[in-house]
């Protein structure tokens, strides 16, 4: 089955306890990127990629890192969580070139205290 | 600037239709998405229209493109409530998409 895969669902952890967001597509897209949501700001774009080893910044880069040292997998990592990046965040994924929209995971909710 | 806008909130009755609307400020897009999120779910595409066409219809879908005024909007016909979730409209630049807030769609039996 065609699908993006993050993991984990849930987390809560403590302020300043580096974590990694694991995501994994199996479509052999180009495209994958991560978005966190919060109410009313609707979807905001935190990272991209367009291909292996070129990574760009999105609209709210500050505060995370990402890596594409392989097509199907694309972590996202907060350093020093603080509780502003409390969220739900996705991955998705996409061919380049192609006006099919995404294929999104199914979200990790993140909480940080 | 790149915002895309939508209105928070709509409620209709079951078997009514729907018009979800959407402004965007960026005349350079290339394609227009809506995608719907069901409560703990991600994002799952709807459909999608090129920049040139004015409208698109889809089984019970219609989406209408008014380029002039930067404004997409989605008509579901005959809105069940299984249709009840929160509906985003995007917009594909060059490198990136850019999501509106999203329009909350409660269906009332």
């Known amino acids: 089955e065609a699908q993006v895969t993050q993991n984990p669902r849930y987390l809560i952890t403590v302020t300043g306890k580096k974590l990694t967001v694991t995501c994994s597509q199996n479509?052999?897209?180009?495209?994958m990127s991560w978005y966190r949501q919060d109410p009313g700001l609707g979807l905001r774009q935190i990272y991209y990629?367009?291909?292996?080893?070129?990574?760009d910044k999105g609209d709210v880069p500050e505060g995370y890192k990402v890596s594409r040292k392989e097509k199907r997998n694309f972590p996202l990592i907060l350093e020093s969580p603080s509780p502003n990046q409390t969220s739900l965040y996705f991955c998705?994924?996409?061919?380049?070139?192609?006006?099919?929209?995404?294929?999104f995971g199914s979200g990790t909710r993140l909480t940080v205290v | 600037g790149e915002d895309v806008e939508q209105s928070l909130f709509l409620s209709v009755r079951e078997g009514d239709s729907s018009v979800i609307n959407c402004t965007y400020t960026?005349?350079?897009?290339?394609?227009l998405y809506w995608y719907k999120q069901e409560p703990g779910a991600g994002l799952q595409l709807l459909t999608y229209?090129?920049?040139?066409?004015d409208m698109k219809q889809d089984q019970r879908l219609t989406v209408l493109l008014n380029k002039k005024d930067k404004h997409l909007s989605l008509r579901i016909a005959d809105t069940q409530t299984g249709d009840s979730a929160i509906y985003f409209c995007?917009?594909?630049?060059?490198?990136?998409?850019?999501f509106g807030t999203g329009t909350k769609l409660q269906v009332i039996p």
């Open positions: 990629s367009m291909n292996v080893e070129v990574t």
């Open positions: 998705a994924s996409r061919p380049t070139g192609d006006p099919s929209g995404y294929t």
């Open positions: 479509m052999n897209h180009e495209y």
């Open positions: 229209i090129f920049s040139n066409m």
């Open positions: 995007a917009r594909r630049g060059y490198q990136k998409v850019t």
């Open positions: 960026d005349s350079s897009s290339t394609y």
